[in-house]
């Protein structure tokens, strides 16, 4: 069956550190998101591609990156692990642009940042 | 910007009663409106979902109805089940580029 998966599940690291969260979909859509949920904030976009080689900036982008070199993968990257970026993080994938398309979600990483 | 505002939490009831959770909606056009359910320890799922006004999205027992004139997307279900224990968030998707706005999302604990 296809799948979004997300690696590692849980992740502990210490300030200024980057880090790497995985997310890989066997859907073969076109587009994928990266979310952080907070309590008392929902969801918030972090980043979102359309296809490979496009990466565009979602509602909390700062200290965020995120590269798009195939259809499967859309990898986070944080470059200098900050507390505030505690937080749990989902990784979602859609199969068109059209906003009544379903997202998918992964499982989730929880980070803590140290 | 586009934004959801649903009613806080947590929101416990006891096995078969009635369930609402309220949710509201500030939008330029014309959005899609989306529950999502996540139980505990998962990603969220698709609960329901309604793309235009006066449109009702229905699943699991669950419904909500597209209201344009209160700009509204309440989540109701007549009897709730202890297996209905979850945290539930609307959202909404509005143009294009299926980026989705969440509200805060409700804890629901059903007691058995």
């Known amino acids: 069956d296809a799948e979004i998966t997300q690696s590692p599940r849980h992740k502990i690291t210490e300030t200024g550190r980057q880090v790497t969260l995985a997310c890989h979909q066997t859907?073969?859509?076109?587009?994928m998101f990266w979310y952080r949920q907070d309590l008392g904030h929902g969801l918030r976009l972090i980043h979102y591609?359309?296809?490979?080689?496009?990466?565009n900036k979602g509602e909390v982008s700062d200290g965020y990156s995120v590269s798009r070199s195939n259809t499967e993968d859309l990898p986070l990257t944080l470059e200098s692990a900050a507390s505030s970026q505690t937080s749990v993080y989902f990784c979602?994938?859609?199969?068109?642009?059209?906003?009544?398309?379903?997202?998918?979600f992964g499982p989730g990483t929880r980070l803590t940042v140290l | 910007g586009d934004s959801v505002t649903q009613m806080e939490g947590p929101v416990t009831l006891s096995e078969e009663a009635f369930l609402t959770i309220n949710c509201t909606y500030t939008?330029?056009?014309?959005?899609?409106l989306f529950w999502y359910v996540q139980y505990p320890g998962e990603g969220l799922q698709l609960l329901l979902k309604?793309?235009?006004?006066?449109d009702k999205g229905s699943n699991k027992g669950f419904e909500a109805t597209y209201r344009k004139e209160t700009t509204s997307f309440h989540l109701e279900k007549g009897s709730v089940q202890v297996s209905d224990s979850a945290v539930y968030f609307c959202a909404l998707s509005e143009g294009y580029g299926n980026k989705l706005v969440f509200g805060a999302g409700t804890i629901l604990r059903v007691k058995s």
């Open positions: 309604a793309t235009k006004a006066d």
């Open positions: 591609s359309y296809g490979v080689q496009d990466t």
């Open positions: 979602a994938s859609s199969p068109g642009q059209g906003g009544w398309n379903e997202q998918f």
């Open positions: 859907w073969n859509h076109n587009n």
């Open positions: 939008a330029t056009g014309y959005p899609s």
